[in-house]
């Protein structure tokens, strides 16, 4: 819930910024990039200190970029992303935390075609 509410505000205040902008495409092209790192590192399995730092800006990342998304849906399934990439940097090795991610990010690439 800490975590969701922090999106929120991340949200609120970027879109309050004048010299943000962007659009659909820029958004999803930064989701896209998260979403490729994300499998990678699952790929790879046991992650240096330097990946899990990374991993642990995913959420921040995506959080972003729903603020670049114009389009309300995508806005909104980029956060859901960004909630669920979270969970699988905190929980790794969760079979059921990578299966929501995926089945979110399936939904982002329709979406973002």
């Given at each position: 819930m800490k975590r969701l509410i922090w999106l929120l505000a991340v949200g609120s205040l970027a879109a309050c910024s004048s010299s943000e902008t962007g659009g659909d495409a820029e958004a999803c092209?930064?989701?896209?990039?998260?979403?490729?790192?994300?499998?990678?590192?699952?790929?790879i399995g046991m992650l240096t200190d330097e990946q899990a730092n990374t991993a642990t800006q995913w959420e921040f990342t995506l959080a972003e970029a729903s603020v670049l998304a114009t389009d309300h849906d995508l806005a909104a399934?980029?956060?859901?992303l960004a909630d669920a990439s979270g969970n699988v940097a905190?929980?790794?090795?969760?079979?059921a935390a990578y299966a929501t991610f995926e089945e979110i990010a399936g939904t982002l690439?329709?979406?973002?075609?």
């Open positions: 092209a930064q989701a896209d990039e998260v979403v490729s790192q994300v499998r990678e590192y699952r790929g399934t980029i956060r859901d905190q929980h790794f090795d969760d079979e690439d329709s979406q973002c075609d």
